[in-house]
């Protein structure tokens, strides 16, 4: 999840295929994070979160994983499709009610 | 639910202008943030709302911003006198249990 400036990481994928966006977070005392997506033109939509006390979450078409030991979260998104594109990024909260965002990952998904 | 709703949608002003940003949270949130977007810099908080009372404002550029919640469902944010290196999507956020947010359209500002 670090801020990669003017240049987004990009991810493309078949449609019908699974993805797998990664995000490496800093602050070991975070104990919230979340996934957000964001399509063009619009504001970050909530997709999943996710408490240090677990390890993986499941949700529809969408699973969070968590690893606590390398500060590590990934979203996987089974059987992609178009409207899965988009920008998506990560967020943690350790405490004060604020969250800090990744720099997003683009997911572009060809028909 | 209509969401969190922020006016206007676009803002073209020009340098030296006033420029304020509106925004109504969730209906019961009691938890309001305001985020700016750019391309070099991503998602900043700017500043956030407990209860219509500024928490921390500590990601507010300068003194140029501010920002009020006068009451439970309206929130501004305001830019004077605005500057080029303003523009950027800003977006307003709310939440009711401290951690899941959730975000309005933005206002997508250019100042010339």
């Known amino acids: 999840g670090e801020s990669v400036g003017l240049h987004l990481p990009t991810l493309s994928v078949q449609e019908g295929d699974n993805s797998i966006i990664n995000c490496a977070y800093s602050?070991?005392?975070?104990?919230?994070f979340i996934w957000y997506k964001q399509e063009s033109g619009k504001g970050p939509q909530f997709i999943i979160d996710?408490?240090?006390?677990?390890d993986k979450r499941q949700g529809q078409r969408v699973t969070v994983l968590l690893n606590k030991t390398v500060k590590h979260l990934s979203l996987q998104i089974a059987a992609t499709q178009p409207g899965d594109s988009a920008v998506y990024f990560c967020?943690?909260?350790?405490?004060?009610?604020?969250?800090?965002f990744g720099g997003g990952t683009r997911l572009m998904v060809k028909p | 639910d209509a969401g969190v709703i922020q006016s206007p949608r676009h803002e073209v002003t020009e340098m030296g202008q006033e420029v304020t940003l509106r925004c109504k949270p969730i209906?019961?949130?009691?938890?309001l943030f305001w985020y700016r977007q750019t391309m070099m810099r991503g998602l900043e908080l700017l500043i956030y709302f407990n209860n219509n009372v500024p928490i921390d404002d500590s990601g507010m550029p300068e003194d140029r911003f501010s920002a009020k919640m006068p009451n439970a469902s309206f929130s501004t944010l305001k830019i004077q006198p605005s500057e080029p290196r303003d523009s950027a999507v800003y977006f307003c956020?709310?939440?009711?249990?401290?951690?899941?947010?959730?975000f309005g359209p933005g206002t997508r500002l250019l100042v010339l």
């Open positions: 996710i408490r240090s006390n677990m």
């Open positions: 209906s019961g949130h009691d938890y």
């Open positions: 967020a943690e909260e350790a405490g004060g009610n604020m969250l800090t």
């Open positions: 602050n070991s005392a975070s104990d919230y």
């Open positions: 956020a709310s939440s009711s249990d401290q951690e899941t947010q959730y």
